[in-house]
Nanobody, 124 residues
């Protein structure tokens, strides 16, 4: 069993920045790909970014490319999402997730463990 705990959400004005962090309980965290997803009210959960176990491969949805950066620290069992130039449409609950198959997929069904989510609200 793996526990994932997100932190760093909050309220920010458009154009501002936030850094989300996800801490994993499992010591073998470094063996697995990780992803960030988000869900806005009334919408389906959508892919934001993913990172391979080594951190060498990263993937982003088009709407956040150039603004968001995913990174990980395997020594600390953490994966972060740096979010810059935030827009009101980035408002959502953000979730981190762990992929035991290490695919770093954009599909939420490929992920096995999820955090409880952290709210990000961007005001215009």
């Amino acid at each position: 069993q793996v526990q994932l705990v997100e932190s760093g959400g909050g309220l920010v004005q458009a154009g501002g920045s936030l850094r989300l962090s996800c801490a994993a309980s499992r010591r073998t965290f470094s063996n697995y790909a990780m992803g960030w997803f988000r869900q806005a009210p009334g919408k389906e959960r959508e892919f934001v970014a993913a990172i391979s176990w080594s951190g060498i491969r990263t993937y982003y949805t088009d709407s956040v490319k150039g603004r968001f950066t995913i990174s990980r620290d395997n020594a600390k069992n953490t994966v972060d999402l740096q979010m810059n130039s935030l827009k009101p449409e980035d408002t959502a609950v953000y979730y981190c997730a762990l992929d035991r198959d290490n695919i770093a997929s954009m599909r939420s069904s490929r992920y096995d463990y999820w955090g409880q989510g952290t709210q990000v609200t961007v005001s215009s």
